[in-house]
């Protein structure tokens, strides 16, 4: 939304409807593991792969496992609480179609 003054010094507010263009080729990642931190007024959003090992760990076990990141997402604090009501209501919604 923006505002400007008119002529006669009023406030003017032009609505522009937005729009996803899902005719983008979009990749998809898979990833099985996320990460979020906050820096000033900003989160991060991690997201990355952790392979599972093709050993049975019939020689022990590893040392570690390593977390392949995928991609990392910036996010203001503002965005962040929408993301996550988008989020919640989502989920809630897959919860009560799968009890039917």
Do not use: C
Not at 61 to 78: D, F, Q
């Amino acid at each position: 939304m923006s505002e400007k003054e008119n002529e006669s010094n009023e406030a003017l507010v032009v609505q522009i409807p937005l729009e996803w263009d899902w005719g983008t080729d979009l990749k998809t990642k898979y990833v099985n593991h996320m990460r979020v931190t906050h820096a000033g007024s900003e989160f991060f959003l991690y997201f990355g792969e952790l392979a599972f090992p093709g050993m049975l760990f019939e020689e022990g076990y590893p040392e570690k496992l390593t977390i392949k990141p995928k991609v990392r997402l910036a996010i203001t604090a503002e965005q962040m609480g929408l993301f996550i009501d988008a989020l919640n209501e989502n989920y809630e919604k897959y919860l009560q179609k799968q009890k039917g």
